[in-house]
């Protein structure tokens, strides 16, 4: 049995992205693995956030796992915070990594473009999701293509640390799905769905209504050939809406390319809002009787309990091979 660990960031109400290019996949994994799924809030902290807002948020995400079908009695999920380890050895691993290499991560240059005031820890969060994956002895991280480059840096500090030290850690494989994987902005498919798009016609969030997806996706941008074809060099809004109504309902891009020959862009974006809306319709109503309920609590504190009782164990022999702390004489 393999262990998987994944953790998604408490900053925004999640997309038909975030799910379709990786909670999904979370609810099949679980089946045949060892999961831990994690809300990662003490990453949120990187740039500014409202303390209640965020504390809502952490809320949300607990309880959209949990409706999008992860069993607490299967997997285990809780929150970074609650497992102190996870800084503990975010430390450890920060010293040593190369300011360099840290520079280099894509998010970084993106998130700190053009600004005056960064926070450090924009800069050093990577070997804070290091730490998350390496306590769990990690065998697989599946993750959305964009992070491919934040986990390969998790595998050389892995590396780095086992060859100073002693082999403590697992290196993880990194596992990218190979439908879904990149669900695309509405408006401009060439840019990824994303939480934070201040254009909310842009992205579908995984609360919205009915009605209003249906209005983003027959909004959607397309083309003028009115032809239902996979090409995501030439038409990447009508590939982007194939992906995501495959994702949605299981049939083939080829399939639906067959259903839609001749059809025209107007039935097919109505019946890919339909797929959208039949998956999410179930998820919405057991969030909703989960995000305040006293279940919730006890799932995430069990989890918490859980998630300690490995990470502690991990971070003891990484304290152990760094000389940290004492060893007390008998």
Not at 126 to 132: F, N, Q, V
Not at 182 to 210: C, G, H, V, W, Y
Request: glycine share 6%.
């Amino acid at each position: 049995m393999k262990t998987i660990f994944s953790g998604i960031q408490p900053s925004g109400m999640l997309t038909i992205g975030n799910y379709l290019g990786a909670m999904k996949h979370f609810v099949d994994l679980q089946e045949d693995h060892q999961c831990y799924f994690c809300v990662v809030d003490e990453h949120a902290i990187t740039v500014p956030q409202d303390r209640l807002k965020l504390r809502d948020n952490i809320r949300s995400l607990a309880a959209l796992y949990l409706a999008s079908g992860i069993d607490s009695d299967k997997a285990t999920l809780f929150i970074q915070s609650e497992v102190p380890a996870h800084t503990q050895l975010g430390w450890m691993m920060q010293t040593i990594s190369y300011i360099g290499e840290l520079e280099r991560m894509t998010q970084f240059k993106d998130k700190s473009d053009g600004k005056e005031a960064v926070s450090s820890a924009l800069l050093t969060y990577p070997p804070l999701m290091a730490s998350d994956i390496l306590l769990y002895n990690t065998d697989i991280v599946p993750v959305g293509d964009d992070q491919k480059q934040h986990l390969e840096l998790t595998r050389n500090l892995a590396q780095r640390f086992n060859r100073k030290y002693n082999d403590i850690f697992t290196i993880p494989e990194i596992s990218v799905p190979k439908v879904g994987a990149r669900i695309m902005s509405l408006q401009e498919p060439t840019k990824k769905m994303s939480k934070s798009d201040e254009n909310q016609k842009a992205s579908i969030f995984m609360l919205d209504e009915p009605k209003k997806i249906e209005k983003k996706i027959k909004s959607a941008v397309t083309d003028s050939e009115g032809i239902v074809k996979f090409d995501k060099e030439n038409k990447p809004g009508v590939s982007n809406l194939l992906t995501i109504y495959a994702s949605c309902t299981g049939e083939s891009i080829e399939e639906l390319e067959a259903k839609y020959a001749g059809v025209g862009y107007g039935q097919f974006k109505q019946d890919t809002a339909n797929a959208v809306i039949n998956l999410l319709e179930p998820i919405q109503e057991r969030y909703h009787a989960l995000k305040q309920s006293t279940e919730l609590d006890d799932i995430l504190d069990k989890g918490a309990e859980k998630a300690a009782l490995t990470a502690n164990k991990t971070i003891a022999k990484a304290k152990k091979a760094m000389g940290l702390g004492r060893v007390k004489k008998k």
